[in-house]
C-alpha cells in the first residue's frame, strides 16, 4: 500500500474519534466577542495539541480572546496552519442548538465554519506521529480569536509567522463540493460623512443643503464603479441621516463595502471612494477607511500549491477542484505578502453563519489525510 493510501486508511479508522472531538469543540460556545468564552476553548485547543507533544505557546491578549501557537517537528523551514477559534454564534447558542448528526451530516454552531477544520489538523498530525512520518519543515499551527471581526489582534502575529513559512495553509471550509480555494477577494471599508445645512423644509427650502440629496448621487456614483468582469463590487449598505421630514438633512452617513480581485483594481478604486467630490458644492465631503484585506490573488505561487494538493488528492482517489471567493480569511494577509498560500482545506459542507451549518462525516478523513499528505509534499 502507498504511503498516503496509508495515511487515508488510517485516518478512516479514525472517524469516530473525530466526531467525538468535534462533538466537543462544537458544544462550547466561542463568539470572538466574549474573551472568556473564546479563552475557554484556547485552553482545550492547547491541550489538544500538547497532547500530541506539540510546543504550544498560549499569546494572551488584553481585548480579544488568547491565541494558542502549536509547533511539532523540526526543519529548516515551516509550514504555516492557521485556523481561527471563533465563530459568530453568541454565548448561549450551543445550549440551544448543540452538536447532533444526522444522515452522515453534524451541525452546530462553528461546525463548518471552522471547528471541523481544527480537528482535522490535529489529527493529521496525529496521524503523522502514529505512522512514524515525518515532515523535513517544522509545522506551526497557528489558532487565532478574532478571524470573524478582521483579525485586529492576530494580523501581525499571523504576518510575522507567515514571513517565516514557506507555504501557508487555511483550514477555512471548502468552496461547495470541498473544491480548493486560490483566491479571494480583498476587502475595503469605508464610511462616507456628508455635511450639509440644516432649514425649516417649508419656509427656508433654499436656505438649506440637504446631506440626502447628496449623498442620493454619491450612493449611484459608488454602485457605478462596480465592474463586475474585474471582480470589483461597491456596496452601500448602511445610510443614515435626516431628523425630520420638515427638516432639510443637515448630516448624512454611508457605510462602504468594497470588494476587489486584484491589488491592481484596488490602487485603482480606493482613491476613487476617498477622493468623494461634493455635487453640490456647497455641501461637504469626508471619507474614512480603506483596505482592510488585501486581496488574495489566483497568482503561480497559490497555484503551484493547489496543483501540489491535486496531486496528494489523486494519490488518495480524491478529486480536488478550484474555486475562489468573494469573502476574506487570513490567508488573504499572508498571499499578500507574497508567500505561497492555499484555502478552504477545511471541512467539507454548506451554509457558513446560518444555523443549517453542516459537514459531511465521511470528509473529515479525507481532508485531514489531504492535509497530513500535502505536509509531507511541501
Ligand atoms: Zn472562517
Known amino acids: 500500500m502507498t504511503e498516503k493510501m496509508k495515511i487515508l486508511n488510517h485516518l478512516q479508522s479514525r472517524e469516530d474519534e473525530m466526531v467525538e472531538l468535534l462533538e466537543t469543540f462544537v458544544n462550547i460556545d466561542s463568539p470572538s466577542t466574549d474573551k472568556a ?36 517537528g523540526t526543519g529548516e523551514e515551516t509550514i504555516l496552519l492557521l485556523c481561527h477559534m471563533d465563530t459568530v454564534w453568541n454565548v448561549g447558542e450551543t445550549a440551544k442548538r448543540p452538536f447532533r448528526v444526522e444522515n452522515g451530516k453534524a451541525y452546530g454552531p462553528g461546525v463548518y465554519d471552522m471547528k471541523a477544520g481544527i480537528v482535522q489538523a490535529i489529527f493529521a498530525v496525529k496521524t503523522l506521529i502514529d505512522l512514524g512520518l515525518q515532515p523535513d519543515k517544522r509545522i506551526v499551527a497557528l489558532h487565532n480569536s478574532d478571524e470573524e471581526i478582521g483579525s485586529l489582534s492576530s494580523r501581525q502575529i499571523i504576518e510575522d509567522e507567515a514571513r517565516r513559512a514557506s507555504a501557508v495553509l487555511v483550514l477555512e471550509p471548502s468552496a461547495k463540493g470541498g473544491a480548493l480555494k486560490t483566491w479571494r477577494k480583498g476587502v475595503g471599508d469605508f464610511s462616507v460623512t456628508i455635511q450639509g445645512r440644516a432649514a425649516h423644509a417649508g419656509s427656508d427650502y433654499e436656505k438649506g443643503i440637504s446631506a440626502i440629496n447628496e449623498a442620493a448621487h454619491q450612493i449611484l456614483y459608488l454602485h457605478g464603479i462596480t465592474d463586475l468582469a474585474e471582480g470589483t463590487t461597491v456596496n452601500v449598505g448602511v445610510i443614515q441621516g435626516g431628523t425630520r421630514t420638515n427638516v432639510v438633512a443637515e448630516a448624512c ?107 459531511l462525516i465521511s470528509s473529515m478523513p479525507e481532508r485531514a489525510a489531504l492535509l497530513a499528505g500535502l505536509m509531507l509534499e511541501i
Open 37 to 72: 468564552s473564546v479563552d475557554r476553548f484556547a485552553r482545550l485547543v492547547a491541550a489538544k495539541w500538547q497532547s500530541l507533544g506539540a510546543d504550544v505557546t498560549i499569546l494572551p491578549q488584553k481585548e480579544y480572546g488568547d491565541h494558542v501557537r502549536a509547533e511539532w
Open 253 to 359: 452617513t454611508l457605510g462602504v463595502d468594497l470588494r476587489v480581485k486584484t491589488m491592481d483594481a484596488a490602487n485603482k478604486v480606493v482613491p476613487q471612494i476617498l477622493d468623494l467630490k461634493p455635487v453640490d458644492p456647497r455641501a461637504s465631503i469626508s471619507v474614512e477607511g480603506g483596505l482592510n484585506r488585501p486581496p488574495m490573488e489566483r497568482n503561480e505561487r497559490n497555484l503551484r500549491l493547489f496543483r501540489l494538493a491535486q496531486k496528494v488528492g489523486r494519490e488518495m482517489g480524491i478529486d480536488l477542484d478550484e474555486a475562489g471567493t468573494g469573502g476574506g480569511s487570513d490567508g488573504n494577509f499572508t498571499s499578500a505578502l507574497g508567500i505561497p498560500t492555499l484555502d478552504g482545506l477545511g471541512a467539507v459542507g454548506d451554509d457558513a453563519h446560518a444555523p443549517t451549518e453542516y459537514i
